[in-house]
């Protein structure tokens, strides 16, 4: 069965790390705006500089510009053979998104499953983005306090740089929080209209967190 997810929730809530955790077990592929905005970031073009100051100032990227990296990114993954589904992380963060995201799928024929809130609190949510590493080879994601590396500063699974991303500062970090509620949070009420929204609570440490996606991707995949 094929199966293609959403992950909402506020920066933090564990998207990326539950996602890490999941694709494997249900061989599905990752779909991150935030990985592929920091890649063009990382290519040193005019339009990463202009996407780090967006970002680093906790604000969004313009609607059209994400779902033109998504599409392209999403239609590559979706004509490998062995295209199992997709995990949506970061995207749709705006209700203007999700509508592309409809379309986008139709377009390749492909459906919604479900979507899996995780709820946190911007308490939790501070405290883990501050501690937060990111492989610099492979993006793998540690967090210094609940999953720390083997030996620190390095990525168990080869070897790279552990490093902090540009936009986990504190003010950062609650000016983004601040941007989940305002503009992404009516998502919730719009996929539980559709009847398609799950959630839980995203306020416990990692493998918790992993156990409570696992439960409802179960019950999904049984329905
Ligand atoms: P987090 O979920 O922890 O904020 P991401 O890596 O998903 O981390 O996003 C980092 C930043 O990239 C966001 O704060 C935003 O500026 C930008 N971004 C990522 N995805 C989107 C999106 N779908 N729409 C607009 N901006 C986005």
Request: net charge neutral; aromatic share 6%; proline share 4%.
């Amino acid at each position: 069965m094929v199966l293609n997810l959403i992950f909402l929730g506020p920066p933090g809530a564990g998207k990326g790390t539950v996602a890490q955790a999941v694709m494997d077990k249900y061989k599905l592929v990752q779909v991150s705006t935030g990985d592929l905005l920091r890649a063009e970031i990382a290519s040193g073009s005019e339009l990463g500089k202009k996407l780090a100051e967006v970002m680093n100032a906790g604000q969004l990227v313009s609607d059209d510009l994400v779902s033109e990296m998504l599409l392209k990114d999403l239609t590559k993954k979706a004509s490998n053979p062995d295209f199992n589904g997709v995990i949506f992380d970061g995207f749709p963060r705006t209700q203007s998104q999700a509508s592309m995201l409809e379309n986008i799928l139709l377009g390749i024929n492909q459906k919604l499953n479900a979507v899996i809130y995780i709820e946190s609190s911007k308490e939790s949510v501070v405290k883990r983005l501050s501690s937060r590493w990111t492989c610099e080879k492979c993006k793998k994601v540690y967090n210094t306090v609940s999953l720390p590396p083997k030996s620190e500063g390095i990525c168990d699974d080869d070897g790279g740089n552990l490093i902090q991303r540009d936009d986990d500062k504190p003010e950062t970090i609650s000016k983004r929080y601040d941007t989940f509620i305002e503009k992404t949070s009516p998502l919730i009420d719009y996929y539980k209209s559709k009847g398609i929204l799950y959630k839980y609570d995203g306020n416990v440490p990692p493998v918790d967190s992993i156990k409570a996606a696992e439960e409802i991707i179960r019950r999904i995949v049984k329905e």
